[in-house]
């Protein structure tokens, strides 16, 4: 006869407590891959680098959740499977999904708060967010070296520039530069 043994997984801690997963039976939930993909943003920063480039348009004095959390919960739950923003209102209280969002305390984001925020973005927000994901790219994947690139005198809109002198900034790592360019035709 088998004898079983305890195999832990320890994860990063939540708001100063110990997470930990085990095989040994308990409760059980479907949505533990979550925590899976918590580490994975925690390494890469997918969704901090997006928050960061969109702007928080809400009154201040009403806000509960951050955009950070928000994107977050969202990004969390479609990956779960629960693609509509109606999942909220039964998933906020999920014990696995406010671990995943780092959020212990309190409940996540209902439905009506998740459906003003993904309502809630203009064409240059999603200009942003396509630079994010780009930025993203380039930094886990570019080799250090020499790099060009070329620039065809168009906006982020895809529409011709006139002559003129633009700024442009260089960031590597912490290496952060901004620069002026002169464009002639």
């Known amino acids: 006869m088998m004898k079983g043994t305890k195999h832990f997984l320890h994860f990063k801690p939540i708001s100063g407590k110990k997470v930990i997963a085990d095989f040994n039976g308990g409760d059980v939930t479907s949505d533990a891959g979550l925590l899976f993909l918590r580490e994975l943003e925690s390494e890469l920063g997918v969704i901090q680098r997006i928050a960061d480039v969109l702007p928080d348009r809400r009154h201040q004095s009403y806000v509960q959740h951050s955009v950070r959390q928000l994107l977050t919960q969202r990004v969390f739950q479609i990956a779960a499977g ?19 969002c780092n959020r212990l305390e309190g409940s996540l984001a209902s439905q009506p708060t998740m459906s003003r925020f993904e309502n809630g973005f203009s064409r240059t927000d999603l200009y942003r967010i396509a630079q994010a994901f780009l930025d993203t790219f380039i930094q886990t994947h570019q080799q250090p070296g020499y790099y ?3 620039w065809d005198g168009r906006n982020s809109a895809g529409q011709q520039v006139s002559s003129g002198i633009y700024l442009y900034r260089i960031q590597a790592g912490s290496y952060v530069k901004t620069q002026k360019m002169v464009l002639m035709k």
């Open 82 to 100: 629960y693609e509509d923003a109606n999942d909220c209102d039964h998933l906020k209280d999920d014990p696995v999904l406010k671990m995943a």
């Open 148 to 150: 060009e690139m070329n």
